[in-house]
């Protein structure tokens, strides 16, 4: 922002309840961001023709179990391998069946 004058009038000059900038939305804003990021590493990787998901569990500090989800796949355009991080998930059940459920239902 320090560097879009426009912008930086924008917040200056607005109230502080039109800015647009609350927690939630920061945090919606963020969501949708990972989403478009998320679709667009899938679908690369769809169209390539050999890739694994890594998947690995772990519990955070307020105890909740989650898991990270991660892409491994060979870039068909540079030939080169690469990974790419998804995300975390809260998970509820660690049954292997529920977890891989889970998994298919993001990709």
């Known amino acids: 922002m320090k560097d879009d004058p426009v912008m930086k009038d924008i917040f200056e000059r607005s109230a502080g309840n039109a800015q647009h900038c609350s927690p939630r939305i920061q945090n919606e804003l963020i969501d949708i961001c990972g989403q478009l990021i998320t679709e667009k590493v ?49 998970v509820e059940d660690l049954r292997g069946e529920s977890l891989g459920q889970f998994i298919l239902s993001r990709f």
């Not at 955070?60 to 391998?81: A, K, P, V």
């Open 42 to 90: 899938v679908e690369q990787d769809k169209s390539d023709n050999f890739f694994t998901i890594h998947a690995d569990e772990t519990t955070d500090i307020s105890r909740q179990e989650q898991m990270t989800l991660g892409l491994r796949f060979m870039d068909s355009e540079t030939l080169q391998i690469r990974e790419e991080f998804i995300g975390f998930a809260v």
